[in-house]
T-cell receptor, first 116, second 110 residues
Framework: GAGVSQSPRYKVAKRGQDVALRCDPI?????LFWYQQALGQGPEFLTY????????KSGLPSDRFFAERPEGSVSTLKIQRTQQEDSAVYLC??????????????FGEGSRLTVL | QQQVKQSPQSLIVQKGGISIINCAYE??????FPWYQQFPGKGPALLIA?????SEKKEGRFTISFNKSAKQFSLHIMDSQPGDSATYFC?????????FGAGTTVTVRA
């Protein structure tokens, strides 16, 4: 497809399990972002990649959260030892250029994580 | 802390009416103010955006009004249609990072 693709769309994990969420950005898009959207709230910034370089990870809530984009395209957000407060929709977004250059941000449909 | 404050949390409008959503910010480094529309189960989609050197921008039935001195901006949806029923988020960008408001759920009654 032409849009940002995320998988799985839904994930139920038991507390303490590790999860991995995948993002396929639009082909050729340089910038990639992960946002966390809690129920009834706006998205909150987690991390930013430009190509394979992770330029900002200041929004990651704890050291249990880890993101990578090894070849500058597909990205994976990994959450270790999941906790109930990790339950949220995780949104991936990509942009053709650096967003400061007026590149539009395109969001995927998100991965909804529920931690029991 | 939330850098962009959005109100109201929800609103109901009759078909053909006007929906108005307000946002306020403090960070003067913000240089780009987009509005996103989100339907249930979908990701946010860019609706309209404005830069702080412009006081108003209109695209079809959607208008952004921007007051730089008051650090406030608003979205007006004219002639609201049932298909406009969605959650709307204002946002503000500092370099590459977007800060979102908490969202407004708009319901348009036929």
């Amino acid at each position: 497809g032409a849009g940002v693709s995320q998988s799985p769309r839904y994930k139920v994990a038991k507390r303490g399990q590790d999860v991995a969420l995948r993002c396929d950005p639009i082909s050729g898009h340089v910038s990639l972002f992960w946002y966390q959207q809690a129920l009834g709230q706006g998205p909150e910034f987690l991390t930013y990649f430009q190509n394979e370089a992770q330029l900002d990870k200041s929004g990651l809530p704890s050291d249990r959260f880890f993101a990578e984009r090894p070849e500058g395209s597909v990205s994976t957000l990994k959450i270790q030892r999941t906790q109930q407060e990790d339950s949220a929709v995780y949104l991936c977004a990509s942009s053709l250029v650096h967003p400061g250059q007026a590149g539009e941000l395109f969001f995927g449909e998100g991965s909804r994580l529920t931690v029991l | 802390q939330q850098q962009v404050k959005q109100s109201p949390q929800s609103l109901i409008v009759q078909k053909g009416g006007i929906s108005i959503i307000n946002c306020a910010y403090e960070n003067t480094a913000f240089d780009y103010f987009p509005w996103y529309q989100q339907f249930p189960g979908k990701g946010p989609a860019l609706l309209i955006a404005i830069r702080p050197d412009v006081s108003e921008k209109k695209e079809g039935r959607f208008t952004i009004s921007f007051n730089k001195s008051a650090k406030q901006f608003s979205l007006h949806i004219m002639d609201s249609q049932p298909g406009d029923s969605a959650t709307y988020f204002c946002a503000a960008r500092d370099d590459y990072k977007l800060s979102f408001g908490a969202g407004t759920t708009v319901t348009v009654r036929a």
